[in-house]
């Protein structure tokens, strides 16, 4: 039994797979409409197509680039083997699948919704949501089935799947370091996954503005004609976008995260059985119980998640937003619950009951409860929570925040900028301190493996959180497809109410992202620092300030090319679009077809083309880092250190930057929003088309790439620099094949200093008091490791005690 | 003449003063026009007058609560001493006067200014720039002064001012330690200070825009009057805010920087001098040269300042804007040269041609002559000129990227707010990769002593910085009563070109003086790791990078804190106007006549209140990391690695968010001004009033805060941060008297680890190569240096070079 459970997760994900098959087959036997609405569901099908090709044919290009990198990386570098190559296509191929199934299913989806809405709502919220889930499973399922697939293909490759030392040509490899090699061959999936998630959220996120604002610009400033009007070219591309982004985006954003944070934990995992003196076989699980805990959480997420979904449901067909609402939160909450108590049953089944764990700066190993790790994960499981509270409050509609922005809106858009631009600033208060604790607790509960576990925990329910996000765009294009086929009111109404929802859970959703990068950051930082064997990160040292401070500036200027980016792409649409209504006969009557597909062409090379110069920024700052002062001949060890520098600026103000866009925009958002129900300004109610409704349209035109383009693009950049960090970690020293067998080697010596100080009281007696400082310096594994223990009395006692102390100290 | 170098700061600053004087009583000389304009700029005048009045009754308060906190801790504290009160009162006063000096003789050259105008171009120059030359002269001389004699003071209550150990209590105190007693003592100078820079930045700037604004919405839109109309009882105000905000709020910023600089620098030459061996007197300036160095090139920088203000001068009276921008730059440009070369002797003269300095990581101290140090100071005057021609860059007429923002604007405030933003955060890539770049520089030529003299180096020519810099103000002033008074057009033309030249010089100030507070916290930085005596600020532990992330979120939130203070203060100002308006008789015929001063009282109220927030913020958070944690028993040499990684996030993030927001609302209002001239928008001249104007001027009205308070209170929020955590440094540990005896006690270890592997080659000839890493732990002064040294051969080579190695060091 013990030693199947490294099969567990991968039978979990097949599971999640087939409920997947079984879901997607039922969506699809949905009634999609008829006539006019299956048209215009075809034409944003066709779009999403369109898309997708554009996207596959430069992704080819880019795993192709990457992949000769990294196979020369492997060749030169002795310690990276050539499987990594395999792997990361591996991880591109998955994640783009994952999302191909997310795109196909949330563009079928849309019209059965909202011909389901026709019957009745509870049949709609159904459908609906049944597309979410087919995503959610998709991405998670593949995730799981991916990395564990990999992982137990590489322990057979480079162990024969046991836990033991091999001797290879002629040396002796010990198994902690057979294994840092195997998940460093297996970071090679993570990121191929990681560089997806650059295309699809990144361009993504130009993409689904650009068409957006191209539309709009064309459409309704010049011709004259509705939104979503089927006459206009970009409006299909403006419905592919909203797919695009926040669908397709989104999926492999947390596909990249869920991948990553379970392979950080199991790095660190791996440093725990070394910490343990390198061998845990007697507590079962093949003595790899710590390693394959993450992906046990990761699997049986996946069971929770299917759970948690089929509770989503709603009876009443007079339901309001409310009850809806209250169904996902059903849903949700219970797959929370249900994953603290999975943790607490395999912490404490696949754990040994206490494990000793070094912590930086102390020499002697701490021993930690596997009940200790079960609390970081609850730790996980609170932030990832809490961050959807924190969220909620500054974007809610009703909520203080949004109310202030509709005032502020009164005296034009000015007024209304710098209310919403304090609002997302605002938002970093509770959002930073929740991180920061969040980072410090669960470190003080289980060290890093603390930390990188309770990202676990909280990914655990991606499938879940995937399913209640990408619900909410199939809604909104469900009322989309309404509105433009002419349907009653009655089935507006019906999608309307899952749409306002979708837009709250949407909010929520990116809370979740940033939350889970955040943590899987650090998570990753961790595995970077303990994989180089670097004695921490310095920033006294001028040269790791130095890229501190480089770090911190690379998310904004990042931003900025993003919102250039959207400027750019939108106007080229605007071009096409004009275009067309110029060159095609009979466009405006009806009677000529556009061509949506030129137009989703066109906006899908510019989305792509413009993500790469950011996309260049995120890779060839650590590069550069890495790679130029090595030509100068500094010290790996202390390059290795100044790209940490590098990665802690990036995480900590990419988090800030996310934080303060994505709520920033979302506040604007709903500021706007709030004016379609009337808002009270100043004793008068105040409604759509007033002078303050224009001025929060303005505010939520500065919203819209901060909240979709911008802000989200922070995870992919601080994740992926992450990561990258990883992968060359290798080169740049430590814990590699060549200086293995310094692994576990411990030197201990004190040294005595002595401080002594003569006083004299009031009467005139002389007391010598002395103090001792016995320093223990430990070599462990390439850290060094420094305890200093005082002694405080008389000389004679001080003398006495200090040198006992150290003796057994040396011993 | 070597021992008196110790009093020519005080008489380079009394020189200074001197001539302060005389130009003062030059200005004042000077005609002040008649009539109207005199009635304009007395109101002016007694607004100011209102202003510090207000001030200072809050300052009192606030010096009285932070000298009664100072004195417990130096009761309780006993390596605190009582004469820090001291300090810290006679700081807060000169800061506080030479405010008051600049305020006065600023509303006092504005009129005559005018007058000046109505003579000649030359005239009005001479007139304005004497002005500025006065503000200059007071803050650097004050501080120089001020500075200087509390060093003598205490050198001489201290230590006799002497260079030499003494025995107090019956122990034996190393000059070190005594001068680390002098220098925590001299910070008390230099925290109040800027505190005073607290109140008059960031009070300042929420007065200067509430007035504006407020002034703005009940005159121009509800009562119809014009700007600047004397009925306006918040005209005064909105021109009294320009005073406080530009002349006085950037002569507290600067002379806060000054200060800090110098002591940053002091402190670290302290430890230049024990890492020679604790003792230089043999090369004269009683031991003590490297700590006179920053001080002597304070003084020599005023009378530069004096050379380069006496070079600026105009002869033709049709000069326009680029002949008076060059006679600045002649005068700017030739101070810099002038400090360059007077660094290269004073570092010659004053440095030992060789010096040890130990750098972080390093067990072997690193020779370093006196023309190294002269390199970094070269470094610092190259950033200090750099950065302004990136910011005139950013934010420059006429220049590439307010172009796009005006051609943005034509598309609405949206896409203008759009393109300003992004401006404002593209600004950040130069600007931090010059920081980073200056950071490595100077610190690679000598140490951190090396980047603290950078930054006296680029602060030297801080008259001559603020002269450029008050003369702005002051001609926009100039400009504002030749209008009221109704002058002839060329007198208005006149100030104009100056008005306009000034705009560029407050753009490049604020580059300059976002770039010292840079400067200033790295060295204070450096200051406080020394004085704690850590062993480095490392992020690798939790806690630690747990700091770092709320220290990134604290100058978010203090810009947004700021900003939505802004909005409070002015519907305060609003409701005044309003009251004034209903109650005052012929206040709108002009017979009555407004009560200018409850205007400004109230603005000045409000300004001073609203401040409390964020300065609470700035104050509260260190305190709170400093102590809380002491209160539960944690180690306070963990809690001041803490409060380390604290101050770095504030630092990385705060100079980010000053750069970004300066920039963009620079931009913004660069972009609006661009209208006046006319622009070509789409081929076609746009003017003021048209639909891209009014979306340029909502850019500017977000602008408007970020510019003139939010961003450049980040100044502030760095450096007193940094200078917080510097006063609290002994209490958290390191080198204090108690622990004295321990500074020069040096012990080394070697230990060693060895490697080997046995490699079987194609002819099956076994070698055995080896490694043997030799580790030298060196406990220098509470801080551990560890040098790794890696031996490479066969078995026999390396165990022989290695013992031999291991043995001399343990030697």
């Keep these: 039994m013990e030693s199947l459970m490294i099969y567990m997760p991968i039978a979990m994900a097949i599971l999640g797979l087939i409920f997947m098959l079984v879901k997607q087959s039922w969506v699809m036997k949905q009634n999609p409409g008829d006539g006019k609405m299956k048209e215009i569901s075809d034409h944003i099908y066709e779009g999403a197509l369109a898309f997708l090709k554009a996207e596959y044919k430069l992704l080819a290009i880019f795993v192709v680039i990457v992949s000769v990198l990294l196979a020369i990386v492997s060749f030169v570098v002795p310690t990276t083997h050539i499987l990594i190559v395999v792997a990361f296509i591996f991880g591109a191929f998955f994640s783009a699948f994952a999302g191909n199934i997310g795109m196909k299913i949330a563009t079928k989806t849309n019209v059965r919704t909202t011909q389901a809405a026709r019957t009745s709502l509870p049949n709609a919220l159904k459908v609906s949501f049944g597309g979410g889930t087919v995503m959610g499973l998709g991405v998670a399922g593949l995730a799981v089935l991916g990395l564990t697939t990999f992982f137990i293909g590489f322990f057979y490759f480079f162990m024969d799947s046991t836990w033991a030392a091999q001797v290879i040509n002629g040396r002796n490899y010990s198994p902690t370091e057979l294994m840092t090699v195997v998940l460093e061959t297996l970071a090679g999936f993570s990121l191929g996954a990681e560089s997806i998630a650059l295309f699809a959220r990144v361009g993504g996120g130009i993409y689904t503005k650009a068409a ?41 954003d947390l596909f990249g995260s869920y991948v990553a944070t379970v392979l950080a934990a199991m790095v660190l995992g791996n440093y725990v059985i070394k910490d343990m003196g390198g061998d845990i076989s007697e507590f079962g699980f093949g003595g790899i119980g710590p390693i394959l805990l993450p ?71 701490v021993e930690i409860s596997s009940m200790r790790v079960f609390y970081a994960t609850l730790v996980g499981l609170v932030v990832g929570a809490t961050i ?58 289980a060290g890093f493996y603390g930390v990188a576990l309770a990202a676990s925990a909280m990914m655990a329910t991606t499938a879940m959180q995937l399913a209640i996000d990408a619900f909410g765009p199939i809604s909104d294009n469900a009322g989309g497809i309404a509105e433009m086929s002419e349907q009653e009111p009655i089935v507006r109404e019906r999608t309307d109410i899952l749409d306002t929802v979708g837009n709250t859970t949407a909010a929520t959703g990116k809370g979740f992202a940033i939350a889970s990068a955040a943590l899987t950051s650090l998570a990753l930082f961790a595995a970077y620092v303990t994989f180089t064997g670097i004695d921490g990160i310095n920033i006294f040292k001028a040269p790791v300030l130095a890229m501190l ?242 002694f405080k009395g008389t000389l004679e006692e001080v003398t006495e005690a200090s040198s006992a102390y150290a003796k057994a100290q040396k011993e």
Tied chains: 1, 2.
């Excluded at 169904?327 to 009951?353: D, K, R």
């Design 295 to 365: 992906m046990a959480i990761a699997g049986v997420g996946i069971i929770i998640s299917i759970i948690g979904t089929l509770l989503v449901k709603i009876k009443s067909n007079d339901a309001k937003e409310d009850q809806v609402m209250s169904a996902l939160n059903i849903g949700n909450w219970t797959s929370i619950v249900l994953v603290a108590v999975s943790c607490f049953g395999l912490c404490h089944y696949m754990l040994p009951e206490t494990m000793q764990m070094r912590f930086f700066g102390l020499v002697e190993p």
């Design 212 to 252: 957006d604002v191209g539309a709009d610009l064309v459409g309704k400033v010049e011709a004259g004609i509705p939104e979503d009007d089927p006459r206009n070219p970009a409006t299909i591309a403006d419905n592919v976008g909203d797919n695009v982004g926040d669908v397709a985006g989104m999926g492999a």
């Design 549 to 790: 401070f480089v770090g911190g500036m690379v998310p904004v200027v990042f931003s900025a090319l993003a919102m250039n980016a959207v400027g750019k792409a939108a106007m080229e649409m605007v071009q096409e679009v004009r275009r067309q209504f110029k060159e095609i006969p009979g466009i405006m009557e009806g009677t000529g077809k556009p061509e949506y597909d030129k137009c989703v062409a066109i906006s899908t090379e510019a989305s792509l083309r413009e993500m790469i110069l950011p996309g260049l920024l995120t890779i060839c700052f650590p590069l550069a880092i890495a790679f130029l002062p090595m030509l100068f001949g500094m010290d790996p060890l202390a390059i290795a250190e100044m790209l940490g520098g590098y990665m802690a600026g990036v995480t900590v103000s990419g988090v800030l930057w996310a934080i303060f866009q994505n709520n920033a925009g979302g506040a604007w958002d709903n500021a706007k929003k709030s004016f379609e129900a009337g808002v009270i300004i100043n004793g008068e109610m105040t409604y759509k088309g007033s002078e303050a409704h224009k001025a929060a349209v303005t505010g939520d035109t500065v919203g819209d790439p901060f909240k979709d383009t911008s802000g989200p693009s922070m995870n992919i950049l601080i994740k992926l620099t992450c990561l990258i960090g990883l992968v060359i970690a290798p080169i740049l020293g430590g814990h590699s094949l060549e200086e293995g067998m310094a692994v576990s080697q411990t030197n201990a010596e004190a040294v005595v200093v002595r401080t002594i100080s003569t006083e004299t009281d009031a009467d005139g007696i002389i007391t010598n008091s002395a103090e001792a400082k016995v320093t223990t310096t430990t070599q462990n594994n390439g850290q060094t490791v420094i305890v200093e223990k005082l």
């Design 388 to 445: 959807s509270s924190v969220t909620e409050y500054y974007t809610g509609l009703g909520k203080k925040p949004v109310l202030k922005i509709v005032q502020q809106s009164s005296t034009g858009a000015g007024t209304n900028i710098i209310a919403g631009l304090a609002t997302g600033m605002m938002s970093t208060f509770p959002s930073v301190l929740l991180f920061a604790g969040a980072i410090w607790g669960s470190y003080a509960f």
